[in-house]
Protein backbone atom coordinates (compact mmCIF):
# COMPACT_ATOMS: atom_id res chain seq x y z
CA UNK A 1 0.00 0.00 0.00
CA UNK A 2 1.21 3.52 -0.25
CA UNK A 3 3.20 4.70 2.41
CA UNK A 4 2.33 8.72 1.93
CA UNK A 5 -0.99 8.53 3.70
CA UNK A 6 0.33 7.19 7.52
CA UNK A 7 2.42 10.15 7.50
CA UNK A 8 0.25 13.01 8.62
CA UNK A 9 2.68 15.70 11.05
CA UNK A 10 0.16 16.72 13.93
CA UNK A 11 2.63 20.60 14.15
CA UNK A 12 2.22 23.16 11.75
CA UNK A 13 5.86 23.30 9.70
CA UNK A 14 4.88 25.70 7.70
CA UNK A 15 5.46 28.20 10.56
CA UNK A 16 8.65 27.35 11.47
CA UNK A 17 11.83 28.26 11.22
CA UNK A 18 14.99 25.85 11.51
CA UNK A 19 18.48 25.75 10.82
CA UNK A 20 20.21 22.87 9.52
CA UNK A 21 24.24 21.89 9.49
CA UNK A 22 26.29 18.75 8.12
CA UNK A 23 29.26 17.28 6.67
CA UNK A 24 28.70 16.31 3.48
CA UNK A 25 30.28 13.89 0.63
CA UNK A 26 27.26 12.20 -1.02
CA UNK A 27 23.34 12.10 -0.33
CA UNK A 28 22.64 10.37 2.85
CA UNK A 29 20.51 11.25 6.08
CA UNK A 30 20.83 15.35 6.69
CA UNK A 31 20.21 16.00 2.72
CA UNK A 32 17.05 13.13 3.11
CA UNK A 33 15.95 16.00 5.88
CA UNK A 34 16.68 18.56 3.85
CA UNK A 35 14.58 17.42 1.17
CA UNK A 36 11.68 16.40 3.91
CA UNK A 37 11.56 19.81 5.22
CA UNK A 38 11.57 21.81 1.95
CA UNK A 39 8.65 19.34 0.03
CA UNK A 40 6.68 19.60 3.85
CA UNK A 41 7.29 23.86 3.22
CA UNK A 42 8.82 24.64 5.91
CA UNK A 43 8.54 28.40 5.88
CA UNK A 44 12.31 28.93 6.66
CA UNK A 45 15.02 26.56 6.30
CA UNK A 46 18.59 27.67 6.64
CA UNK A 47 20.92 24.71 5.36
CA UNK A 48 24.69 24.60 6.28
CA UNK A 49 26.81 22.30 4.51
CA UNK A 50 30.88 22.12 5.01
CA UNK A 51 33.55 19.46 3.27
CA UNK A 52 35.42 16.87 5.04
CA UNK A 53 38.56 17.97 5.70
CA UNK A 54 39.82 14.72 3.96
CA UNK A 55 42.69 14.26 1.35
CA UNK A 56 40.80 12.81 -1.39
CA UNK A 57 37.56 15.60 -1.35
CA UNK A 58 38.32 18.18 -4.24
CA UNK A 59 39.67 21.39 -3.73
CA UNK A 60 36.10 23.28 -5.44
CA UNK A 61 34.20 21.72 -2.70
CA UNK A 62 33.72 24.59 -0.04
CA UNK A 63 31.25 25.26 2.46
CA UNK A 64 27.85 26.82 1.45
CA UNK A 65 24.77 27.75 3.25
CA UNK A 66 21.16 28.23 1.68
CA UNK A 67 17.83 30.05 2.85
CA UNK A 68 14.59 28.62 1.61
CA UNK A 69 11.11 28.77 1.73
CA UNK A 70 9.34 25.42 1.05
CA UNK A 71 10.92 24.35 -2.14
CA UNK A 72 12.43 27.47 -3.12
CA UNK A 73 15.59 28.56 -2.54
CA UNK A 74 16.11 32.20 -2.54
CA UNK A 75 19.34 32.79 -1.54
CA UNK A 76 23.14 31.04 -1.59
CA UNK A 77 26.31 32.23 0.05
CA UNK A 78 29.67 30.47 -0.33
CA UNK A 79 32.99 30.29 1.40
CA UNK A 80 35.97 30.41 -0.55
CA UNK A 81 38.62 29.21 2.29
CA UNK A 82 38.72 26.11 3.77
CA UNK A 83 41.85 23.49 4.91
CA UNK A 84 42.12 19.87 5.19
CA UNK A 85 43.79 20.41 8.57
CA UNK A 86 40.81 19.23 11.35
CA UNK A 87 41.54 21.84 13.85
CA UNK A 88 41.80 24.68 11.37
CA UNK A 89 38.90 23.36 9.53
CA UNK A 90 36.75 23.61 12.86
CA UNK A 91 37.64 26.84 13.66
CA UNK A 92 36.53 27.96 9.82
CA UNK A 93 33.56 25.77 10.03
CA UNK A 94 32.49 27.12 13.68
CA UNK A 95 32.96 30.97 12.37
CA UNK A 96 30.75 30.38 8.69
CA UNK A 97 27.61 29.07 10.97
CA UNK A 98 27.88 31.70 13.26
CA UNK A 99 28.28 34.23 10.57
CA UNK A 100 25.44 32.79 8.35
CA UNK A 101 22.79 32.66 11.53
CA UNK A 102 23.67 36.17 12.46
CA UNK A 103 23.60 37.45 8.76
CA UNK A 104 20.10 36.42 8.73
CA UNK A 105 18.94 38.55 11.50
CA UNK A 106 16.78 36.31 12.32
CA UNK A 107 15.98 33.93 15.30
CA UNK A 108 15.19 30.46 14.89
CA UNK A 109 13.40 27.77 16.08
CA UNK A 110 15.36 24.58 15.92
CA UNK A 111 19.23 24.02 15.16
CA UNK A 112 19.36 20.59 13.64
CA UNK A 113 23.37 19.78 13.88
CA UNK A 114 24.83 16.52 12.57
CA UNK A 115 28.16 15.58 14.06
CA UNK A 116 29.25 17.03 17.22
CA UNK A 117 31.10 20.47 16.32
CA UNK A 118 27.72 21.23 14.27
CA UNK A 119 25.51 20.67 17.16
CA UNK A 120 28.34 22.42 19.49
CA UNK A 121 27.42 25.54 17.37
CA UNK A 122 23.92 25.23 17.70
CA UNK A 123 24.11 25.40 21.41
CA UNK A 124 26.21 28.45 21.56
CA UNK A 125 23.94 30.13 18.89
CA UNK A 126 21.05 28.86 21.70
CA UNK A 127 23.16 30.53 24.77
CA UNK A 128 23.40 33.76 22.51
CA UNK A 129 19.55 33.42 21.93
CA UNK A 130 19.50 32.74 18.49
CA UNK A 131 18.29 29.02 18.61
CA UNK A 132 15.27 27.80 20.47
CA UNK A 133 16.20 24.25 20.93
CA UNK A 134 18.57 21.85 19.03
CA UNK A 135 19.09 18.85 18.15
CA UNK A 136 22.48 16.51 17.96
CA UNK A 137 21.77 13.74 15.39
CA UNK A 138 24.86 11.38 15.34
CA UNK A 139 25.70 9.17 12.12
CA UNK A 140 28.07 7.28 13.90
CA UNK A 141 29.96 6.62 16.51
CA UNK A 142 33.42 5.79 16.57
CA UNK A 143 35.48 4.88 20.18
CA UNK A 144 38.75 5.55 18.17
CA UNK A 145 37.41 8.52 16.12
CA UNK A 146 41.28 10.09 15.56
CA UNK A 147 45.12 8.47 15.96
CA UNK A 148 46.01 11.01 18.10
CA UNK A 149 44.79 10.33 21.47
CA UNK A 150 44.32 13.71 22.58
CA UNK A 151 42.31 14.51 19.34
CA UNK A 152 40.00 11.70 20.47
CA UNK A 153 39.61 12.52 23.43
CA UNK A 154 38.84 15.72 22.88
CA UNK A 155 36.11 14.63 20.04
CA UNK A 156 34.35 12.29 22.61
CA UNK A 157 34.74 15.09 25.50
CA UNK A 158 32.47 17.42 22.36
CA UNK A 159 30.03 14.67 22.15
CA UNK A 160 29.45 14.04 25.88
CA UNK A 161 28.58 17.60 26.13
CA UNK A 162 26.11 17.88 23.13
CA UNK A 163 24.43 14.99 24.65
CA UNK A 164 24.13 16.24 27.99
CA UNK A 165 22.99 19.92 27.13
CA UNK A 166 21.02 19.26 23.56
CA UNK A 167 17.20 19.34 24.14
CA UNK A 168 17.41 15.65 21.70
CA UNK A 169 20.04 13.49 20.38
CA UNK A 170 19.34 11.35 17.50
CA UNK A 171 21.02 8.01 17.18
CA UNK A 172 20.95 5.86 13.96
CA UNK A 173 21.84 2.86 16.25
CA UNK A 174 19.76 1.59 19.53
CA UNK A 175 23.46 0.68 20.79
CA UNK A 176 25.01 4.30 20.30
CA UNK A 177 23.37 4.84 24.14
CA UNK A 178 25.45 1.85 25.39
CA UNK A 179 28.78 2.28 23.16
CA UNK A 180 28.56 6.23 25.11
CA UNK A 181 28.20 4.84 28.67
CA UNK A 182 30.38 1.49 27.86
CA UNK A 183 33.52 3.99 26.56
CA UNK A 184 32.67 7.07 27.69
CA UNK A 185 30.59 6.47 31.20
CA UNK A 186 28.15 9.14 29.16
CA UNK A 187 25.34 8.30 31.66
CA UNK A 188 23.41 12.04 31.76
CA UNK A 189 20.42 12.71 29.26
CA UNK A 190 19.50 8.98 28.34
CA UNK A 191 15.80 9.99 28.16
CA UNK A 192 16.51 12.54 25.58
CA UNK A 193 17.80 9.78 22.81
CA UNK A 194 16.17 8.70 20.77
CA UNK A 195 16.62 6.90 17.64
CA UNK A 196 16.00 8.19 14.31
CA UNK A 197 17.57 5.76 12.02
CA UNK A 198 18.95 5.89 8.56
CA UNK A 199 15.92 5.68 5.87
CA UNK A 200 15.31 5.56 2.09
CA UNK A 201 13.11 7.40 -0.53
CA UNK A 202 10.73 4.29 -0.99
CA UNK A 203 8.11 5.72 -3.57
CA UNK A 204 10.57 7.15 -5.07
CA UNK A 205 13.29 4.26 -6.14
CA UNK A 206 12.41 2.66 -9.35
CA UNK A 207 12.89 -0.98 -8.71
CA UNK A 208 13.13 -2.75 -12.53
CA UNK A 209 11.70 -6.58 -12.55
CA UNK A 210 14.32 -9.81 -12.03
CA UNK A 211 13.72 -9.92 -16.06
CA UNK A 212 15.54 -6.14 -17.01
CA UNK A 213 18.40 -6.60 -14.21
CA UNK A 214 22.10 -7.40 -15.34
CA UNK A 215 21.49 -10.75 -13.06
CA UNK A 216 25.06 -11.28 -13.07
CA UNK A 217 25.68 -7.97 -11.65
CA UNK A 218 27.51 -7.35 -7.81
CA UNK A 219 27.75 -3.78 -6.81
CA UNK A 220 29.38 -2.19 -3.86
CA UNK A 221 29.04 1.43 -2.98
CA UNK A 222 30.61 3.54 -0.53
CA UNK A 223 33.71 4.76 0.95
CA UNK A 224 36.91 2.83 0.50
CA UNK A 225 38.35 2.81 3.36
CA UNK A 226 40.15 0.04 4.67
CA UNK A 227 37.74 -1.60 6.68
CA UNK A 228 35.19 -1.66 4.16
CA UNK A 229 36.54 -4.77 2.50
CA UNK A 230 36.57 -4.05 -0.72
CA UNK A 231 40.13 -5.60 -1.31
CA UNK A 232 38.22 -9.14 0.10
CA UNK A 233 35.68 -8.91 -2.93
CA UNK A 234 38.57 -8.08 -5.07
CA UNK A 235 39.98 -11.38 -4.00
CA UNK A 236 37.24 -13.54 -4.29
CA UNK A 237 36.52 -12.31 -7.70
CA UNK A 238 38.29 -14.97 -10.04
CA UNK A 239 36.58 -17.83 -7.66
CA UNK A 240 33.60 -16.48 -8.41
CA UNK A 241 33.87 -16.02 -11.80
CA UNK A 242 35.23 -19.71 -12.12
CA UNK A 243 31.59 -20.77 -11.08
CA UNK A 244 29.87 -17.50 -12.95
CA UNK A 245 31.70 -16.92 -16.07
CA UNK A 246 29.07 -13.83 -16.55
CA UNK A 247 29.90 -11.82 -13.11
CA UNK A 248 31.06 -8.32 -13.07
CA UNK A 249 31.30 -5.88 -9.98
CA UNK A 250 30.64 -2.11 -10.15
CA UNK A 251 32.49 0.24 -7.57
CA UNK A 252 31.05 3.17 -6.34
CA UNK A 253 32.94 5.39 -4.40
CA UNK A 254 36.44 6.90 -3.82
CA UNK A 255 38.74 7.34 -0.89
CA UNK A 256 42.26 6.58 0.50
CA UNK A 257 42.05 2.93 -0.38
CA UNK A 258 40.89 3.55 -4.28
CA UNK A 259 44.38 3.52 -6.41
CA UNK A 260 45.86 0.32 -4.32
CA UNK A 261 42.17 -1.55 -5.04
CA UNK A 262 42.87 -0.82 -9.02
CA UNK A 263 45.89 -2.05 -9.04
CA UNK A 264 44.93 -5.07 -6.86
CA UNK A 265 42.20 -5.16 -9.75
CA UNK A 266 44.93 -5.08 -12.51
CA UNK A 267 46.89 -7.68 -10.76
CA UNK A 268 44.01 -10.28 -10.49
CA UNK A 269 43.49 -9.63 -14.01
CA UNK A 270 40.22 -8.50 -13.27
CA UNK A 271 40.01 -4.81 -15.83
CA UNK A 272 37.14 -6.40 -17.44
CA UNK A 273 35.44 -7.43 -15.11
CA UNK A 274 34.92 -4.83 -12.56
CA UNK A 275 34.24 -1.38 -13.21
CA UNK A 276 35.28 1.70 -10.79
CA UNK A 277 33.01 4.94 -11.18
CA UNK A 278 34.25 7.33 -7.96
CA UNK A 279 31.81 8.99 -6.15
CA UNK A 280 27.96 9.40 -7.99
CA UNK A 281 26.97 12.86 -6.10
CA UNK A 282 23.70 12.86 -8.48
CA UNK A 283 21.24 10.66 -6.22
CA UNK A 284 19.49 9.20 -9.01
CA UNK A 285 22.33 8.54 -11.34
CA UNK A 286 23.39 6.59 -8.35
CA UNK A 287 20.00 4.87 -8.07
CA UNK A 288 20.04 3.88 -11.68
CA UNK A 289 23.41 2.20 -11.59
CA UNK A 290 22.16 0.11 -8.30
CA UNK A 291 18.96 -0.79 -9.86
CA UNK A 292 20.51 -2.62 -12.80
CA UNK A 293 22.49 -4.60 -10.33
CA UNK A 294 21.35 -8.63 -8.98
CA UNK A 295 23.48 -8.10 -5.71
CA UNK A 296 24.50 -5.47 -3.26
CA UNK A 297 27.99 -6.44 -1.31
CA UNK A 298 28.69 -4.96 2.36
CA UNK A 299 32.43 -6.86 3.00
CA UNK A 300 33.42 -4.88 6.48
CA UNK A 301 36.27 -6.16 7.56
CA UNK A 302 36.02 -7.17 11.01
CA UNK A 303 39.57 -7.94 11.58
CA UNK A 304 40.15 -4.31 11.79
CA UNK A 305 36.89 -3.06 12.71
CA UNK A 306 37.14 -1.42 16.69
CA UNK A 307 32.91 -0.48 16.77
CA UNK A 308 32.92 1.76 13.55
CA UNK A 309 30.58 -0.31 11.91
CA UNK A 310 28.11 -1.79 15.08
CA UNK A 311 27.77 1.56 16.61
CA UNK A 312 26.64 2.73 13.19
CA UNK A 313 23.81 2.33 10.68
CA UNK A 314 24.96 1.42 7.42
CA UNK A 315 23.56 3.65 4.41
CA UNK A 316 24.56 1.35 1.77
CA UNK A 317 22.92 -1.55 2.97
CA UNK A 318 19.34 0.37 2.77
CA UNK A 319 20.13 1.65 -0.40
CA UNK A 320 20.68 -1.52 -1.49
CA UNK A 321 17.26 -2.82 -0.15
CA UNK A 322 15.98 0.23 -1.62
CA UNK A 323 17.14 -0.90 -4.96
CA UNK A 324 15.18 -3.99 -4.28
CA UNK A 325 18.77 -6.20 -4.47
CA UNK A 326 19.54 -9.36 -2.62
CA UNK A 327 22.49 -8.46 0.14
CA UNK A 328 25.93 -10.56 1.24
CA UNK A 329 27.08 -8.48 3.82
CA UNK A 330 29.61 -9.86 6.52
CA UNK A 331 28.92 -10.07 10.72
CA UNK A 332 29.80 -6.51 11.35
CA UNK A 333 26.63 -4.49 12.00
CA UNK A 334 24.55 -4.79 14.59
CA UNK A 335 21.12 -5.93 13.38
CA UNK A 336 22.90 -8.72 10.87
CA UNK A 337 20.75 -11.61 12.62
CA UNK A 338 17.48 -9.51 11.65
CA UNK A 339 18.66 -9.03 7.87
CA UNK A 340 18.87 -12.54 8.01
CA UNK A 341 15.93 -13.65 9.74
CA UNK A 342 13.75 -11.74 6.88
CA UNK A 343 16.00 -13.69 4.33
CA UNK A 344 16.87 -10.46 2.79
CA UNK A 345 20.63 -10.55 3.24
CA UNK A 346 23.23 -13.48 3.60
CA UNK A 347 25.19 -12.84 6.59
CA UNK A 348 29.09 -14.63 6.16
CA UNK A 349 31.95 -14.55 8.30
CA UNK A 350 34.92 -12.12 6.81
CA UNK A 351 36.41 -14.79 4.82
CA UNK A 352 37.03 -15.42 1.57
CA UNK A 353 35.56 -18.42 1.18
CA UNK A 354 32.48 -17.33 2.62
CA UNK A 355 32.04 -14.58 0.75
CA UNK A 356 32.32 -16.44 -2.86
CA UNK A 357 30.05 -19.25 -1.67
CA UNK A 358 27.41 -16.45 -0.68
CA UNK A 359 27.47 -14.83 -3.69
CA UNK A 360 27.80 -18.02 -5.74
CA UNK A 361 24.42 -19.12 -4.49
CA UNK A 362 22.73 -16.46 -5.28
CA UNK A 363 23.84 -15.68 -8.70
CA UNK A 364 23.26 -19.67 -9.72
CA UNK A 365 19.73 -19.78 -7.83
CA UNK A 366 17.44 -17.36 -9.53
CA UNK A 367 14.43 -18.45 -7.63
CA UNK A 368 16.58 -17.56 -4.54
CA UNK A 369 17.76 -14.41 -5.59
CA UNK A 370 14.42 -13.35 -6.77
CA UNK A 371 13.22 -14.39 -3.14
CA UNK A 372 15.60 -12.16 -1.52
CA UNK A 373 14.98 -9.24 -3.72
CA UNK A 374 11.73 -9.35 -2.72
CA UNK A 375 12.24 -9.50 0.88
CA UNK A 376 14.68 -6.75 0.83
CA UNK A 377 12.27 -4.32 -0.35
CA UNK A 378 9.38 -5.22 1.84
CA UNK A 379 12.08 -4.84 4.48
CA UNK A 380 13.16 -1.93 4.06
CA UNK A 381 10.35 0.06 3.47
CA UNK A 382 9.53 0.59 6.98
CA UNK A 383 12.42 3.04 6.67
CA UNK A 384 10.71 5.35 4.98
CA UNK A 385 12.34 8.73 5.63
CA UNK A 386 8.59 10.60 5.65
CA UNK A 387 7.84 7.66 8.69
CA UNK A 388 10.71 8.69 10.26
CA UNK A 389 11.28 12.06 10.36
CA UNK A 390 7.08 12.54 10.70
CA UNK A 391 7.32 11.53 13.69
CA UNK A 392 10.75 12.76 15.60
CA UNK A 393 10.04 16.33 14.16
CA UNK A 394 6.68 16.65 15.57
CA UNK A 395 8.06 15.40 18.71
CA UNK A 396 10.60 17.86 19.26
CA UNK A 397 8.56 21.30 18.05
CA UNK A 398 5.54 20.40 20.08
CA UNK A 399 7.47 19.77 23.50
Not at 363 to 389: G, P, W
Request: hydrophobic share 45%; glycine share 4%; proline share 4%.
Amino acid sequence: PPLTPMFTMKGNIKERSIVLVTHSRIYSASQALRDFLRERSCQNLLYISHPLPLADVADNEHSYAEASRGSKIFKRSAAVLRSRNVLVSSIIELFLTLWWVFKTKQTFDLFIGVDNLNALEGLILKRLGRVGKVVYYTIDYFPTRFAQGWLNRLYHAMDKFCVQHADETWNVSPVMVDARKKFHNVTAAIGRQYMVPIGIWFDKTKRLPIAKIDRFKLIFSGHLLPHMGVDLLLEAMPDIVKEVPSVTLDIIGGGAELERLKMLAKRLNLPRRVHFFGWVADRKRLEGLLTQAAVGVAPFNTDILDDKVKNADPGKLKDYMAAALAVVVTDAIANARELEEHRCALVVPYRKEALVRAIVRLLKDQKLLTEYRKHAADYVSRFDYNRIFSVHIDRVLAT
